[in-house]
């Protein structure tokens, strides 16, 4: 049967994060802290509405770019959040998640060689969407000595005369650093300078918590070489929806359309209906969320401190990434014990790049009750590994 699978997909690893997710689904009283996921339910406004379409009959499909009235509040939505105009009738498309954004974005730019610069770490699908566009993937190490920004030396340096495509992954998943105006005015020059393309992915954007989120799409010269992505799942805890959308140039929007409609014709209708409601309606309910996520994150920090686990503040998203490097142990192999001996589920930081090696990736996207269990586990096991190491 090997004959018949493609040699590129069978060298593609599998996720990081799914492998521990798998395992504490069957293990009775383990707390997980490593999906990505709102602990909130979808709020109750939008998920009448998408009760409403259904009721009305409205199980069709859409046009292909998605619902006119979807693409034209997200045109509002990112006009007054982020001060970036788009033309809804050209250089919205709307995604099954922005997962799917990522893909067909890649696909519809790159040619076979050219490099796509991901820096790292960073979410697990930019780099396999990447090699399943057939270029060549660049990764930029970011340093926690920058906050996990990434610098404009640090960019210079990585690019060559092969360079296509830059990941802007901010708000990051896994460190929750942000990028501020300042920093990404530092690397706006270049990218300009260089003629490159930018493939921004915001869907933490609403998760920005000391200021307010910048899109790079905002800063002049850069609307027209930004293919900016975003969604519904974190902002508006839609991600069973599976609903996203990119915006950018006419040109490449096109291009972009022309994948989506051979490869899934159009985003469900019942999630459009319901994200027009969230964009119109669901300020207050970001807010609400955006301000119990701030007072979890700070709990976090302050305890994994306390238990001895070094950490940056992380500034946006709803992950910490605690260095666990002093303990003398691999990621991988702190996470598993950590699931053996104290059933609580964190990510090894490699799921998200080899520089990862050293960190643990570790969601806040849960209630205090069982934020608060997990810590105290987690510090039974932390000193269990203190006392080994002294002795």
């Known amino acids: 049967m090997r004959n018949f699978l493609s040699d590129k997909i069978v060298e593609i690893e599998p996720s990081g994060i799914r492998k521990f997710f798998d395992i504490v689904s069957e293990m009775k009283d383990a707390i997980s802290l490593g999906v990505g996921e709102p602990d909130f339910d979808t709020p109750w406004h939008i998920r009448e509405e998408g009760i409403y379409s259904l009721e009305k009959g409205r199980t069709f499909y859409t046009s292909n770019a998605g619902l006119k009235e979807l693409r034209a509040e997200i045109c509002h939505y990112l006009e007054r959040r982020f001060q970036v105009a788009y033309d809804y009738r050209s250089e919205v498309l709307?995604?099954?998640?922005?997962?799917?954004?990522?893909?067909?974005?890649?696909?519809?730019?790159?040619?076979?060689?050219?490099?796509?610069?991901?820096?790292?770490?960073?979410?697990?699908?930019?780099?396999?969407?990447?090699?399943?566009?057939?270029?060549?993937?660049?990764v930029i190490e970011l340093k926690e000595e920058d906050e996990f920004r990434l610098t404009r030396q640090q960019l210079l340096d990585a690019i060559t005369p092969k360079t296509k495509v830059l990941f802007l992954p901010f708000p990051n998943n896994p460190t929750g650093a942000v990028m501020g105006k300042e920093d990404l005015e530092a690397i706006a020059d270049v990218i300009i300078e260089k003629d490159l393309l930018v493939i921004s992915d915001e869907i933490y954007s609403e998760l920005s918590f000391e200021k307010p989120?910048?899109?790079?799409a905002s800063l002049p010269g850069m609307r027209e070489r930004t293919i900016l992505i975003n969604g519904f799942s974190k902002s508006y805890a839609m991600t069973g929806w599976r609903l996203g959308y990119a915006a950018g140039p006419k040109v490449i929007?096109?291009?972009?359309l022309k994948i989506h409609q051979f490869a899934i014709m159009c985003a469900p209708t019942t999630s459009q209906y319901a994200a027009v409601a969230a964009l119109r309606d669901g300020?207050?309910?970001?807010?609400?969320?955006?301000?119990?996520?701030?007072?979890?994150?700070?709990?976090?920090?302050?305890?994994?401190?306390?238990?001895?686990?070094?950490?940056?503040?992380?500034?946006?998203?709803?992950?910490?990434?605690?260095?666990i490097k002093k303990f003398g142990i691999s990621s991988?192999?702190?996470?598993?014990?950590?699931l053996e001996e104290e059933k609580v589920a964190v990510v090894p930081g490699t799921a998200f790049g080899a520089c990862g090696e050293g960190f643990l990736r570790i969601s806040y996207a849960y209630s205090l009750?069982?934020?608060?269990k997990a810590l105290e586990r987690i510090r039974k096991f932390v000193v269990r590994l203190e006392e080994k190491n002294r002795g």
């Not at 991988?332 to 950590?338: I, N, S, V």
Request: hydrophobic share 45%; aromatic share 10%.
């Open 369 to 372: 009750e069982d934020l608060k």
């Open 94 to 138: 709307v995604t099954v998640g922005g997962s799917e954004a990522i893909d067909i974005a890649l696909r519809a730019v790159v040619n076979p060689g050219d490099e796509v610069l991901i820096p790292q770490p960073s979410f697990v699908s930019y780099l396999p969407c990447a090699v399943l566009a057939g270029a060549t993937p660049v």
């Open 253 to 256: 929007l096109e291009q972009m």
């Open 213 to 216: 989120h910048v899109t790079i």
């Open 283 to 323: 300020d207050a309910d970001v807010e609400r969320m955006r301000e119990a996520y701030n007072q979890r994150r700070r709990y976090m920090v302050h305890t994994l401190r306390e238990i001895g686990l070094d950490c940056f503040e992380p500034f946006g998203a709803f992950y910490i990434f605690p260095s």
């Open 332 to 338: 991988d192999q702190f996470a598993t014990q950590l």
